[in-house]
């Protein structure tokens, strides 16, 4: 009882540095974070179920921010080997590497993605966990954060992107990146606040 009530209290102290920096943050880059808190930690393990626990390949977050969801995809299962987070905010970078030093943190753009990743993951990547406030950005960074990152995917990888918006942040994707796209919202989360929305996109010829 006691060792549950020291996690629980560790845990506490985790969220509210948390929700500090991410504020912190938030007032000098506003549009880069798209939100003043962190995802919720219902939405995170919410976003999170989406994955299978076994991928075929490695999963790379991008826009990890402090790192709530990344700690989902890891009690979920996933291996630390096999996941990676990338934040382009040097602060949050930071903070993501002492929380959580078992994953490989990588600080950078996620336009820069093939450079970033170790080189065998190339053409590997069985998902790219996209928490970037992508409707926020113009349309010419939208799609190069997606091209970018299906550059990596194998043929069947997925993007899966978490956002607060119920209509696509990446609306006619395949106009975008002159593939045959396939959209769909996996989930919606309604009593979160604001509301959550997981939204998928996969190349559409994969069978």
Same mark, same amino acid.
């Given at each position: 009882?006691?060792?549950? %009530? $020291? ?12 929700? +500090?920096?991410? /504020? ?5 880059? !506003?549009? +880069? ?9 219902? /939405? ?13 390949? *490695?999963?790379?977050?991008? #826009?990890?921010? %402090?790192? +709530? =969801?990344? &700690? ?17 905010? *040097?602060?949050?970078?930071? /903070? ?14 996620? &336009? ?10 190339? #053409? ?8 970037? @406030?992508?409707?926020? =950005? !113009? =349309?010419?960074? &939208? +799609? ?12 069947? #990888?997925? /993007? ?8 696509? @942040?990446? $609306? ?7 593939? @045959?796209?396939?959209? $769909? ?5 309604? &009593?979160?606040? !604001? ?11 994969? %069978?």
């Amino acid at each position: 009882m006691l060792e549950f %009530t $020291q996690q629980s209290q560790v845990e506490e102290q985790l969220i509210k540095a948390e929700n +500090r920096l991410f /504020f912190r943050r938030w007032l000098r880059h !506003p549009f +880069r974070l798209g939100t003043i808190a962190p995802i919720s930690q219902k /939405f995170a393990n919410y976003a999170a179920s989406f994955l299978p626990t076994l991928p075929s390949g *490695p999963v790379i977050e991008v #826009g990890a921010g %402090t790192g +709530r =969801l990344t &700690r989902s995809l890891l009690k979920k299962g996933l291996s630390p080997d096999t996941l990676a987070a990338i934040e382009l905010d *040097p602060d949050l970078c930071s /903070f993501l590497k002492n929380s959580l030093p078992e994953i490989n943190t990588i600080e950078g753009d996620a &336009r820069q993605i093939k450079q970033l990743i170790p080189i065998d993951w190339v #053409g590997q990547v069985a998902a790219v966990v996209s928490v970037i @406030p992508l409707m926020y =950005l !113009p =349309l010419a960074s &939208r +799609r190069e954060i997606v091209e970018n990152c299906f550059s990596v995917m194998g043929k069947k #990888g997925i /993007f899966l992107q978490v956002t607060y918006s119920s209509y696509s @942040p990446l $609306q006619a994707v395949d106009k975008l990146l002159g593939l @045959p796209v396939k959209t $769909q919202r996996l989930g919606a989360l309604w &009593r979160n606040l !604001p509301p959550g929305f997981i939204w998928c996109y996969q190349l559409a010829d994969v %069978t």
